[in-house]
């Protein structure tokens, strides 16, 4: 979202390798004050929002080297954003993002490699529990924070592990805060809900509602979009994020009316449960030609419009990036995109990216794996969504990425205190850039009755 390859942790650690300690946490710090400003919090108000859904990684308020000891420090960026909005009439969701051990397989977990080592490893989900009892001791009489998210996207393998522990999660928290709402994911990134069983009191149940057209390379809306995130039922009945595929193609046609079906399926626990429904997240990402964005943008007015029709709640993501996906973007010609324009250049050549990544430049590396796995091992469904899902995270995700994480730390070679501060002002609202169509359909969205 902000350019850099790899997972976050490990970009730290390049970053930190070229500048040293101090002046690495200098860089860091410089790039959350400056990417949101009490202007962020205005623009995010005058657009009709009345929440904003902020991501955390647990390491911003634990350290792995001091487990269960909080970093108050941690906490300055948290509370300057919420007061901001605050301020501003808006309401906050705590979203933890990232937990340690890893909740999912990818890299907005943090997870360098591709196991979710959180659902294995009683240490990291004690950890947990202790944060959140933490979290909700510090906001538990704070209006303005409307509700916690304890685990983004959790995606626990055995699907036996969940369903106990987020419960114990709950009344962890309950024991602190009787009253903010607690937010929980289906598991299998926010598909699968039937690991919960009935719900609980004043939880709120979440799933994420991003449309194959709107990602995968090529994709046309209204037309076919290439199913990359693929998964088998115990019956063998094929499934792409937890919806049926007719014919078993991972070919597949999308228009408004499959949307609908789409977020109903998605939805069928919620409706079932009597509980409100909550879209997390959802996006389409932008591609630079000017038929395919617009066709992404008439399915964000369909899904909107979906939304709209079941009194659905929604958090857009994300707010701000590089070009991807937000409402905001950096300059193209800011100082921070000059300066990491070459790996930029490198990661879209090697497509390490998930969101818009493409693999056109390597099939000389893709095609012979996919085809051998197809050929030799026909019956391989790894979780969570089979093996071409799997290749792809482990060569140009995890390989690739890693292999460039050290060009990016050396991009920032010699920097003093002032060239930083002063590239990490191009993440500021009044250095950026409106993408106007998708801003218009925001203010318009948020314009709709509020769901009761």
Known sequence: MT?????????????????????????????LEH??????????????????????????????????????????????????LAG???????????????????????????????????????RVVHLWREIARRYRDNP?????????????????????????????????????????????????????????PNVVYSHHDYAPPGY????????????????????GVGYEHGILLPDQSRDQYFDADVLERTYLKRSEYMLRTGTPVYVGEFNVVFTGDAERDRMRLDLLADQFEIYTRHRANWAFWPYKDIGVAAPLT??????????????????????????????????????????????????????????????????????FAEALLPEFGGLFRGMDESAIDEMMRSFRFDQCRPRQPLVDLLRRACAQPTPV
């Open 3 to 31: 350019g850099f390859p790899a997972y976050e942790q490990g970009m730290r650690g390049a970053v930190r390798d070229v500048l040293g300690p101090e002046r690495a946490e200098f860089f860091f710090d410089r790039f």
């Open 330 to 399: 950096v300059d193209p010609e800011s100082a921070w995109m000059r300066r990491i324009r070459p790996v930029l250049e490198k990661k879209a050549r090697l497509g390490v990216d998930l969101w818009g990544g493409r693999h056109d430049h390597i099939q000389q590396v893709m095609r012979p794996l996919t085809e051998l796995f197809a050929a030799e091992f026909p019956d391989y469904l790894p979780f969570p969504f089979g093996s071409e899902f799997l290749i792809g995270r482990l060569v140009p995700q995890i390989l």
């Open 35 to 84: 990417f949101f400003t009490a202007d962020d919090a205005r623009f995010i108000a005058g657009l009709g929002c009345n929440v904003v859904r902020i991501p955390v990684n647990y390491r911003h308020l634990e350290d792995d080297q001091r487990p269960f000891e909080l970093k108050e420090s941690g906490f300055h960026h948290l509370d300057r954003a919420i007061e901001l």
């Open 144 to 200: 303005w924070v409307a509700a916690y998210n304890p685990v983004n996207e959790p995606a626990d393998p055995t699907g036996e592990v969940i369903g106990p522990y987020s419960r114990r999660l709950v009344e962890a928290i309950r024991e602190i805060d009787p009253r903010h709402i607690v937010v929980l994911e289906g598991n299998r990134y926010s598909n699968d809900f039937e690991v919960y069983g009935d719900p609980l």
């Open 216 to 235: 995968v390379p090529d994709g046309r809306y209204p037309g076919v979009a290439h199913l990359t995130h693929v998964w088998e039922s115990p019956d």
């Open 88 to 126: 501003q009439g808006v309401r906050t969701i705590i979203d933890l993002h990232a937990l340690p051990g890893w909740q999912n397989q990818d890299w907005h977990s943090d997870n360098p490699t591709h196991v979710a080592q959180f659902w294995q490893h009683p240490h990291f989900q004690d």
